[in-house]
């Protein structure tokens, strides 16, 4: 136990990165890609950091469905969300730590309501509800705090085409981001949601 613990009361703007995520689905399937390109870069694919990650029915639990709809689609928001959680943690991964300082980072996202309730940190709607509380528990460990805007859809289109597990021109092979995302199987409540999804990330490593 520590005698004395740092409570963060500044928050910094971060320098300066182009980042910006999307998700699809379908009834079965879903997928989610972002990328971002580090600070003092262009925004050029050449220099973009990303990923991209297709799902299937047995790689989410049972739990991550909407009350509404047996389709995927109907969760949409939610798949949105983890596009985000997913960007944030990568970017923390690889960027500096700042002390005591909350680092404010900004991305992009074409889903308003995902914009909005990000904002808020609140929804009742499930599965979302558990995505922002996981983005919350992340928010809090990485010491940052999330600055979700909107873009429109058709100015998303790199990280649109990365959730379709298509790999837009010029993006290198080599940064790449591997990443596992595994949920929990149980049902999300108590501690659990805190660790909702453990974000296993790799180095960036060439896929040819």
Aim: glycine share 6%; aromatic share 10%; proline share 5%.
């Amino acid at each position: 136990m520590q005698s004395h613990a740092g409570v963060p009361l500044c928050l910094a703007e971060a320098p300066l990165e182009f980042a910006a995520a999307d998700a699809w689905a379908d009834e079965n399937s879903a997928g989610i890609g972002g990328w971002w390109c580090p600070s003092g870069c262009a925004a050029t694919p050449s220099s973009a950091r990303w990923f991209s990650i297709k799902f299937e029915r047995a790689d989410l639990p049972t739990w991550f469905c909407s009350s509404e709809s047996s389709s995927w689609q109907a969760c949409i928001s939610a798949f949105e969300a983890l596009a985000q959680l997913v960007l944030l943690c990568l970017r923390c991964q690889f960027g500096d730590r700042h002390g005591s300082l909350v680092l404010k980072l900004a991305q992009l996202c074409d889903n308003f309501g995902v914009t909005y309730s990000t904002f808020k940190m609140l929804s009742m709607k499930q599965p979302l509800c558990f995505v922002l509380q996981a983005l919350g528990f992340h928010c809090c460990r990485q010491g940052v705090a999330l600055s979700c805007r909107h873009i429109a859809g058709c100015r998303n289109e790199w990280a649109d085409s990365l959730s379709h597990n298509i790999t837009p021109q010029n993006f290198s092979p080599c940064l790449r981001c591997k990443i596992n995302v595994r949920a929990h199987r149980g049902k999300p409540n108590g501690p659990k949601c805190a660790h909702l999804f453990s974000l296993t990330c790799c180095p960036c490593v060439s896929t040819l």
